[in-house]
């Protein structure tokens, strides 16, 4: 699919907005639970809030339905190896 460079240039504004909107709600789920780490569970209510994981759709789903196996393969050895994702306060 072609995109103009304006609609990319507006793609980008909004993904970066979207993107500091979520680490910003991680940031605070982290913090209201006395943590520095943000957990998988964070990231799961922010996702269930969002109404982009529900009961019958889990956040394992959404990673094999959207990302390409290359991301998938980087996600899981970051998991099997205990890595964690501090929040910028």
């Known amino acids: 699919m072609r995109l103009s460079k304006e609609a990319s240039t507006e793609v980008e504004k909004l993904l970066e907005m979207f993107l500091n909107q979520m680490t910003g709600d991680l940031a605070a789920y982290t913090a209201h639970a006395n943590r520095k780490t943000i957990t998988l569970a964070d990231l799961e209510l922010l996702m269930k809030r969002q109404g982009l994981v ?11 339905r959207h990302l390409p196996l290359e991301c998938r393969k980087l996600l899981i050895s970051c998991a099997m190896h205990g890595n964690k994702v501090f929040p910028k306060i």
């Not at 529900?54 to 094999?64: A, K, P, R, Y």
Request: negative net charge; aromatic residues 10%; proline residues 0%.
């Open 54 to 64: 529900t009961d019958t759709t889990s956040f394992n789903v959404l990673i094999e």
